[in-house]
């Protein structure tokens, strides 16, 4: 592995997978606090209409992935409370429009669409410096929006009724906070691909959910655990020759299995 | 005596049902008011609007001589337990600072005074000893009075409580209505609640709400207004509590 560090391509890999450990801990435990995750999957979905448009007309995929998650985003965030729609639903909806929209757009670019495989499941190992670039400027954001809205993102996810009560600006700031959903989307996306997003953001989150009390030590947890996967689904799937984004997934998946096989285990024994 | 709350003629709709018909209220300083009826009544619809969280169609609610939404600031709000996820990270602390997020305001942090006000709260409700236990390492009443707290750090001049002792277990009720009395000194209480018995002994004056109001500003209910609410006959009892609901009445 050592060796391998001083390739150009190697190094950005492992730099990816350190950023995006920092936005799916960080938004993760909002996700899973809130119970946004189907939420995020329709977000992460509905983006790839944007990578077929930067087929189709020629620029950056990722810069399209991250207009349309932003869109979508904002869509699910005012479709459900000014029409008779149900969350439910319009995030089945938009999941599946954004998908369409993309494949009618690849359908539409003349030629071969390279890479595309890459975008839907992702491929940690040819992650190009300048979306590096891009996911650094992504988190940056992240963590500013956070810091500076903490304490109501937090009350927003505990009692969002009492926090529009006492003049919270509910409305707005589940707005932003849906908008960061897309940006750790758009993060993601060059690691483990549109479809498998969802789970990176739900379950380094969701083990760190089992043993932390406070939503500051939940989110470096998951910040750390994401790391972890991340570089180690990436050493796997290169021993193996297997998918990144994929070894990355069921190596999480693993992981969370083991963490609520071990707390049944030993609350049966504290029992007994 | 100042008016805390009044609500005239109030209707209420949703997609074609009326919640709410036609309800007049006055909260005066000082007043404890239970709010008793049946399920679906519409008891969370009034406390909601009082609050501002749903606009009337028909009628004006005026708290502190200002439109709900402007006035929420300083009203304290414990709402039905249920709607809380208790495993929700989050502890004692955090929960009662959550009462100053208004005063604090976007961008900043909470200010000494909110963190006074905060402690204050807690030790109002004897529960400044539990300031780092997380929610779910608490019992039911202990959690309720942490709610209690959040809403008192908002310096309230009205508390609205959403059937506040459905999660306290019955040995603890009593210590748990005896604080609300207390708080009943410095502020005006409406309490929504299904226990009849436990309104008729500890609050001022009852209301009955079945989509109307009935209401005569005394702590005592007619055999009439009981009917009119729950649509059957209900029979009087009378406690021989301190504060009797039910006028003595004829075997």
């Known amino acids: 592995m050592l060796e391998l560090l001083q390739y150009q391509f190697m190094q950005n890999a492992i730099v990816a997978g350190l950023l995006a ?252 | 005596m100042g008016s805390i709350a009044s609500l005239s003629n109030v209707w209420v709709n949703y997609n074609g049902f009326t919640a709410l018909e036609d309800v007049s209220l006055s909260v005066d300083e000082q007043d404890f008011i239970g709010i008793i009826g049946p399920n679906g009544g519409g008891k969370s619809t009034l406390l909601k609007t009082i609050l501002g969280l749903i606009e009337p169609s028909k009628g004006k609610v005026e708290i502190l001589g200002m439109p709900p939404r402007k006035a929420s600031r300083q009203v304290g709000y414990v709402a039905q337990f249920q709607n809380f996820d208790r495993q929700f990270p989050i502890n004692v602390w955090e929960v009662a600072l959550m009462g100053r997020l208004g005063h604090a305001g976007l961008l900043k942090g909470y200010s000494a005074e909110d963190r006074h006000a905060a402690d204050e709260a807690l030790e109002k409700v004897e529960m400044a000893g539990y300031k780092n236990r997380h929610i779910s390492q608490l019992s039911g009443g202990q959690q309720q009075r942490v709610l209690i707290a959040r809403a008192l750090a908002t310096h309230p001049k009205l508390l609205l409580l959403d059937e506040p002792a459905s999660n306290v277990d019955s040995a603890m009720q009593k210590g748990f209505y005896e604080l609300l009395s207390e708080l009943n000194r410095q502020m005006a209480i409406i309490m929504v609640s299904h226990d009849i018995s436990a309104v008729s002994e500890y609050v001022k004056k009852v209301a009955c709400l079945n989509r109307k109001l009935y209401y005569h500003g005394t702590g005592q209910l007619t055999a009439e207004d009981l009917e009119a609410t729950y649509q059957c006959p209900v029979e009087l009892i009378a406690h021989g509590a301190p504060h009797r609901i039910l006028r003595d009445h004829p075997r």
């Open chain 1, 21 to 272: 450990a920092i936005a799916c801990g960080v938004i993760g435990s909002y996700v899973v606090v809130k119970r946004m995750v189907s939420i995020s999957g329709g977000i992460a979905h509905a983006s790839f209409g944007g990578i077929g448009l930067g087929y189709l007309l020629g620029f950056n995929p990722v810069t399209g992935a991250l207009v349309f998650s932003l869109g979508a985003a904002l869509l699910m965030g005012t479709v459900t409370r000014r029409t008779r729609l149900s969350e439910d639903a319009s995030i089945g909806i938009l999941w599946a429009t954004g998908m369409a929209l993309g494949v009618i757009f690849i359908g539409l670019a003349p030629g071969y669409a390279p890479d595309l495989f890459s975008y839907l499941f992702g491929s940690i190992l040819t992650v190009p410096t300048s979306d590096i670039w891009m996911m650094l400027v992504l988190d940056s954001i992240i963590l500013v929006v956070v810091a500076l809205f903490y304490k109501e993102f937090s009350a927003l996810s505990f009692d969002e009724e009492f926090s529009r009560v006492v003049g919270v600006p509910t409305l707005f700031l589940n707005l932003v906070l849906l908008c960061l959903i897309a940006l750790t989307v758009v993060v993601l996306i060059r690691v483990v691909g549109i479809v498998l997003v969802i789970a990176l953001v739900a379950i380094p989150a969701s083990i760190a959910f089992q043993f932390t009390r406070s939503l500051k030590k939940m989110m470096l947890v998951s910040s750390l655990l994401g790391a972890v996967f991340t570089i180690a689904g990436l050493w796997l799937s290169y021993q193996l020759d297997l998918a990144s984004g994929a070894t990355i997934i069921l190596v999480s998946a693993l992981c969370l299995a083991a963490t609520l096989g071990w707390f049944k285990f030993t609350r049966i024994r504290q029992n007994a």
